[in-house]
């Protein structure tokens, strides 16, 4: 729940005039997507023991070679998709705001505004949902 207000927080601080926001910056991101990294594969680790890599080997014993690189490459990707696409939405919403303001100073800024605080409340609301579902995933029992 932190990390929910604290993305929450980050991004709406963007769409104050003359403020950054954490979350435009890619290192900020990155930390987070890969403590969620951490995180998640700690307490599978943590639950399952070495039992844990059965998540990694798929349901029959004839699919761990197609399976176990498939299944690492897809872990290793997740921080990398998480960064990214909360990266890519916040710097979107300040070049398009920027554009904007440039175009039409005061009036044309203030739908969008509103737009961009739904948009960041969306964004922190999918990085939420998707670090529980990777840790949901990891305590699950591997079939």
């Known amino acids: 729940m932190c990390l929910f207000l604290f993305i929450i927080t980050g991004n709406l601080i963007g769409l104050v005039p003359g403020l950054d926001s954490p979350t435009n910056n890619v290192n900020t991101n990155a930390a987070m997507a890969l ?55 916040v710097r979107g919403e300040e070049i398009v705001l920027v554009l904007l303001f440039a175009l039409a100073p005061v009036v044309g800024t203030f739908p969008m505004y509103f737009l961009f605080s739904l948009a960041d409340c969306i964004q922190a609301f999918v990085f939420f949902m998707l670090a529980m579902i990777y840790l949901k995933g990891s305590l699950e029992h591997a079939h």
Do not use: C, D
């Not at 890599?53 to 897809?74: A, D, N, Q």
């Open 35 to 89: 403590t969620v990294f951490a995180y998640y594969n700690f307490w599978g680790i943590r639950m399952w023991g070495a039992g844990y890599i059965k998540h990694f080997m798929g349901p029959f014993w004839w699919l761990v070679p197609l399976m176990l690189p498939i299944e690492i490459i897809s872990h290793l990707a997740r921080p990398l998709s998480l960064t990214l696409r909360l990266f890519g939405n």
